[in-house]
């Protein structure tokens, strides 16, 4: 049998788009327990059923693999905080996290679009991950968009549809690493690194395609900023992104982040919100902004 790129097969695998999920259980203390996944998916409506599957590298592994119950929290649109808690977050996951207790005291997140309490109908071993099944017990719903997972980055549905109806619109990408700030200069004044000529849909992938173009290999995360500018009579929308601090490409430079504020910026709204931004990197509690260059709303992502 042909051996196959275990990088590549992963990589073809994450192309498949997902929601974001935190699955919770308790273990033999009592104590709470959770991971991120996106390998969930509903089974059955009669009897109801869905399936999650915990990989065997997880801590928690053997607490899911032999658990009588467990629940499961379908992420809202926001939340990639609480995503990330979950996957990769070493000390008390729940201390950070607000949540409650649902039927059998199983943990829920707030927030979630929907929570399912289960008890295990099946725990099937299966190469390095467990297929567990669960018997639907108790659910509840809320409307709203989910977080989405797609090529190791998150979106947002809601927020690229709301995106996708101004047009024209100029994609950004506010690239750190570390304590700074990857540039652009346009004579005395600087601006995030821009894609212009975006059109409807698929922001994401063009800045993404412009990012390598420009040989800037970074990982694009959540939507910062959208905002109107009336003397241009342009849509910006600029993204979180994160990237190794590599040599800067041709008329770009690293810039501290302390130093934003007291730069010239290509215009006030981007002055605005690089001035933001420098504000939320010291506590690292990133919000978005939607509205104009001068007036608009404050969202958190939590």
């Known amino acids: 049998m042909t051996s196959l790129d275990l990088r590549a097969l992963r990589d073809a695998f994450g192309s498949f788009m997902t929601g ?16 991120t996944a996106n390998s969930f998916s ?43 808690t979950f996957a990769g977050y070493k000390g008390d ?10 039927v059998l005291d199983l943990p ?15 725990a099937i071993p299966t190469g390095d991950h467990t297929v567990l099944i669960g018997r639907v017990l108790e659910f509840s719903h809320t409307a709203g968009d989910g977080l989405g997972y797609v090529g190791g980055s998150y979106f947002s549905l809601g927020l690229e549809r709301e995106m996708d109806a101004k ?10 690493s570390g304590d700074k700030v990857l540039l652009e200069r346009e004579g005395d004044t600087f601006r995030p690194v821009q894609i212009s000529g975006a059109e409807r849909g698929g922001q994401r992938n063009r800045l993404a395609q412009g990012l390598f173009k420009r040989g800037i290999h970074a990982r694009i995360e959540q939507v910062y900023s959208s905002f109107n500018d009336a003397e241009s009579k342009l849509h910006y929308t600029f993204f979180l992104t994160l990237a190794d601090q590599h040599p800067a490409p041709e008329q ?36 978005l902004y939607l509205g104009d260059a001068e007036r608009g709303d404050i969202h958190n992502f939590r």
């Not at 935190?22 to 104590?31: L, Y």
């Not at 996951?93 to 649902?102: D, I, S, T, Y």
């Not at 047009?167 to 750190?176: K, M």
Request: glycine content about 6%.
């Open 108 to 122: 829920l997140i707030d927030g979630a679009l929907a929570q399912f309490c289960c008890e295990t109908h099946q």
């Open 252 to 287: 770009t430079e690293w810039v501290s982040v302390a130093d934003l504020p007291d730069l010239t910026f290509a215009s006030k709204g981007i002055h605005h919100m690089m001035s933001r931004f420098a504000r939320e990197a010291q506590t690292g509690d990133f919000a």
């Open 20 to 35: 974001v999920t935190v699955v919770t259980a308790r273990d033999r203390t009592g104590a709470p327990v959770g991971f």
């Open 42 to 84: 509903s089974v059955s409506l009669d009897p109801p059923m869905l399936l999650v599957c915990p990989g065997k590298f997880l801590s928690s592994y053997e607490v899911f693999a032999e658990c009588s119950h467990f629940a499961v929290n379908i992420l809202a649109e926001g939340q990639q905080e609480v995503s990330n």
């Open 93 to 102: 996951r729940f201390a950070k996290v607000a949540h409650k207790n649902g």
């Open 167 to 176: 047009v024209p619109t100029v994609c950004g990408a506010i690239i750190s």
